[in-house]
């Protein structure tokens, strides 16, 4: 009786020691993640990264715990997002995250031939830019989530501030997938309101002359809608084209809080932060196993309203009461 209880306890002990070794879950072991980042000039990307990596914690993916993420930024150079991507490919890490369009095209490119799974995020057009065949079957290695709001959506506020709008301008660089994209939906959904589209487009070689491009674009219309576009999105490029419109008095409707807080008049967005949650949800589903192609991709779940009262009141707009109260954010 006595071996045999000794017995019992041994194997009781070793049992307990290799469970505390080994472990039994996939997450004590350590994923290895790439993120590629498209920019760091626009503070929106900053945003999304941080909320990939609050939202990984959350899920129990710790860095220098069980989570190894490595981290490069392309700014803006698609030979270089290849070259990282296909860095990233070649370390066979086990899931690659991108934030950009650029990005995403880019990663899709290094992984033709292995299939590394790849999430998205901060994508506006991730269909018409070929990241997806549809929402809800990539038909790719990859799954993410949309930073676009409907157009629609983002239009039906533009009419209750402006019900006497006509001419609708539209400006992007026509080299950025996503722009021209938004561009062209943007012209299609302004003649179902009834307004005119006026889209003016450059090339970055044309970056230059971005003042006398946006000062002829805004004589003409009754109001400039920015396109998602890294390129008029950097700090230089807004803040001329911002200075611009106020000369000739003509509002700017953006896509991204920072731009009303910077003198765009109105925004209705998502939330950055949280679509880079999102996103990590989608990549927590994948280190678990979860194959990609199962998890279709998302759009954000949270929609702002952004205002800046305080340029209406430069640009006399009465902007009115009902409107004000659905506004997520007031700039006064």
Not at 124 to 132: E, Q
Not at 133 to 141: A, I
Not at 304 to 317: D, E, H, T, V
Request: proline share 4%.
């Amino acid at each position: 009786m006595r071996r045999g209880g000794l017995l019992i306890v041994a194997i009781t002990v070793l049992t307990l020691i290799s469970v505390v070794l080994c472990g039994c879950s996939e997450k004590e072991e350590t994923a290895r993640i790439g993120v590629l980042q498209w920019t760091e000039k626009i503070d929106s990307f900053g945003r999304t990264y941080r909320g990939v990596i609050d939202g990984l914690e959350a899920k129990g993916y710790k860095e220098k715990m069980n989570l190894t993420v490595e981290y490069r930024n392309a700014e803006q150079d698609k030979d270089l997002a290849l070259q990282i991507a296909e860095d990233f490919v070649k370390k066979e890490l086990d899931l690659i995250i991108s934030l950009g369009t650029g990005s995403s095209l880019a990663v899709l490119k290094a992984t033709e031939k292995k299939r590394i799974p790849i999430v998205y995020s901060i994508v506006a057009k991730p269909r018409a830019t070929g990241v997806i065949k549809e929402y809800s079957d990539s038909g790719k290695n990859i799954t993410g989530v949309t930073m676009n709001v409907p157009m629609r959506e983002q239009f039906e506020v533009v009419r209750e501030i402006f019900p006497q709008l006509m001419t609708l301008g539209i400006l992007y660089c026509m080299e950025m997938p996503q722009a021209k994209a938004a561009g062209e939906e943007a012209a299609a959904a302004a003649r179902e309101f009834g307004w005119t589209p006026l889209t003016v487009t450059f090339s970055k070689g044309d970056v230059s002359q971005l003042r006398n491009i946006t000062e002829s674009l805004a004589q003409r219309v009754d109001v400039i809608y920015m396109t998602p576009d890294p390129v008029t999105h950097s700090p230089e490029n807004r803040e001329t084209i911002i200075r611009i419109a106020d000369e000739h008095k003509t509002p700017l409707v953006a896509v991204e809080e920072k731009h009303v807080e910077d003198g765009a008049l109105m925004a209705v967005h998502c939330d950055f932060y949280e679509i880079g949650r999102q996103a990590a949800n989608l990549a927590a589903q994948v280190l678990a196993g979860v194959d990609v192609r199962e998890i279709p991709s998302q759009k954000p779940i949270i929609k702002r309203l952004s205002l800046n009262l305080q340029k209406a009141q430069k640009l006399r707009i009465e902007i009115r009461r009902n409107v004000i109260l659905k506004a997520d954010t007031l700039f006064e």
